[in-house]
């Protein structure tokens, strides 16, 4: 298997015109297909966009803020599993929290996800001792807290949040953006995705609801 690593060129434009902007991009490739992870929007020495490419077209470009899901740090080479069929990311979210004399203190979390490369669906964001985990040759992500976490079978599915198997929430991971990601609205999965309508699980206006059932028909 060849791999072979190339870091792309970074540019720092600055003048009264202009405001600092900066893209790191590592691209590996692997058999006959290429990953690239775009790194952008720099704050502090992480980045508030990453961008996954393949074969040079974008699958996804996830955000996020230092007080908002976390800005990303940058892998590099990114870890990735044996197939090259997901990547692991970094993201750190941190803000000011109040201590007990009453003055403010910066604090940071880290968080880590898994994420598919090709369909850019988050299967999972932990914090701690998951994180620490490794890619299985099987595609399982070994780790002390799921041994045995398959990340097929783990990915977000419209159908898990009907049976209240998944909850919608402001996490990345649990986003209405994140499962169209996932599970593309289609024939198999549409009454799925009707119930969720219905229930009104994705708070859509009437328009977007519209716009919603005609895809269906498309």
Same mark, same amino acid.
């Given at each position: 298997?060849?791999?072979?690593?190339?870091?792309?060129?970074?540019?720092?434009?600055?003048?009264?015109?202009?405001?600092?902007?900066?893209?790191?991009?590592?691209?590996?490739?692997?058999?006959?297909?290429?990953?690239?992870?775009?790194?952008?929007?720099?704050?502090?020495?992480?980045?508030?966009?990453?961008?996954?490419?393949?074969?040079?077209?974008?699958?996804? +470009?996830?955000?996020?803020?230092?007080?908002?899901? !976390? @800005?990303?740090?940058?892998?590099?080479? *990114? &870890?990735? #599993?044996?197939?090259?069929?997901?990547?692991?990311?970094?993201?750190?979210?941190?803000?000011?929290?109040?201590?007990?004399?009453?003055?403010?203190?910066?604090?940071?979390?880290?968080?880590?996800?898994?994420?598919?490369?090709?369909?850019?669906?988050?299967?999972?964001?932990?914090?701690?001792?998951?994180?620490?985990?490794?890619?299985?040759?099987?595609?399982?992500?070994?780790?002390?807290?799921?041994?045995?976490?398959?990340?097929?079978?783990? +990915?977000?599915?419209?159908?898990?949040?009907?049976? !209240? @198997?998944?909850?919608?929430?402001?996490? *990345? &991971?649990? #986003?209405?953006?994140?499962?169209?990601?996932?599970?593309?609205?289609?024939?198999?999965?549409?009454?799925?995705?009707?119930?969720?309508?219905?229930?009104?699980?994705?708070?859509?206006?009437?328009?977007?609801?519209?716009?919603?059932?005609?895809?269906?028909?498309?």
């Amino acid at each position: 298997m060849k791999r072979r690593l190339v870091i792309l060129l970074t540019i720092t434009l600055s003048s009264s015109n202009f405001i600092f902007a900066s893209t790191k991009q590592v691209e590996i490739e692997e058999a006959s297909h290429a990953e690239s992870f775009q790194y952008s929007d720099p704050v502090g020495g992480r980045y508030r966009t990453l961008t996954i490419l393949v074969g040079g077209k974008v699958v996804r +470009a996830l955000r996020g803020e230092n007080s908002r899901g !976390g @800005t990303f740090e940058r892998i590099d080479p *990114p &870890v990735l #599993s044996a197939g090259g069929n997901f990547v692991f990311l970094s993201q750190i979210e941190s803000g000011e929290v109040e201590v007990l004399s009453g003055s403010t203190v910066n604090h940071e979390v880290a968080y880590c996800e898994l994420v598919e490369v090709r369909s850019g669906c988050i299967i999972a964001r932990e914090t701690g001792e998951f994180c620490g985990g490794a890619f299985t040759k099987d595609g399982k992500w070994e780790n002390v807290l799921y041994p045995e976490f398959n990340l097929i079978s783990e +990915a977000p599915k419209a159908k898990k949040y009907v049976d !209240g @198997t998944l909850k919608f929430s402001e996490s *990345p &991971v649990s #986003s209405f953006e994140n499962l169209l990601a996932c599970d593309p609205p289609g024939f198999n999965n549409k009454n799925y995705y009707r119930a969720l309508i219905n229930q009104n699980s994705f708070n859509l206006d009437g328009a977007q609801r519209e716009r919603f059932e005609q895809s269906f028909k498309n």
